[in-house]
């Protein structure tokens, strides 16, 4: 059963846009929040945006200013708004469901297959 999936990477352009969608499997509420990961080839994974359940979003320094996450209707789905790209921004992108202990995130919900995003210089 799949319980994560993610969409909308592609080969784009420094300084173009895309927008990442991930849907969380709907039988699946042990979480009140979502992030977004990043992992570039051959480096470790790294925590790129969050909401919480108030809808208080955080993001990695590199990427404030040019990302956006939101959700959809539910907090089953969850978007990533990413504009000015950045060859540096390159990686496999994942979403994941989890919850905040005090300002830290724990993911218990994710790790699907991913979505590439390439942004070529």
């Known amino acids: 059963q799949v319980q994560v999936e993610e969409s909308g990477g592609g080969l784009v352009q420094a300084g173009e846009s895309l927008t990442l969608s991930c849907g969380i499997s709907s039988s699946i509420n042990s979480f009140n929040a979502a992030g977004w990961y990043r992992q570039p080839l051959g480096k470790e994974r790294e925590l790129v945006a969050t909401?919480?359940?108030?809808?208080?979003?955080n993001y990695l320094d590199s990427v404030k200013g040019r990302f956006t996450i939101s959700r959809g209707d539910t907090k089953h789905t969850v978007y990533l708004q990413m504009n000015s790209l950045k060859p540096d921004d390159t990686a496999v992108y994942y979403c994941?469901?989890?919850?905040?202990?005090?300002?830290?995130?724990?993911?218990?919900?994710?790790w699907g297959h991913g979505t590439q995003v390439t942004v070529s210089s």
């Open positions: 994941t469901g989890g919850n905040f202990q005090g300002n830290t995130y724990y993911p218990n919900v994710g």
């Open positions: 909401i919480s359940a108030g809808g208080r979003t």
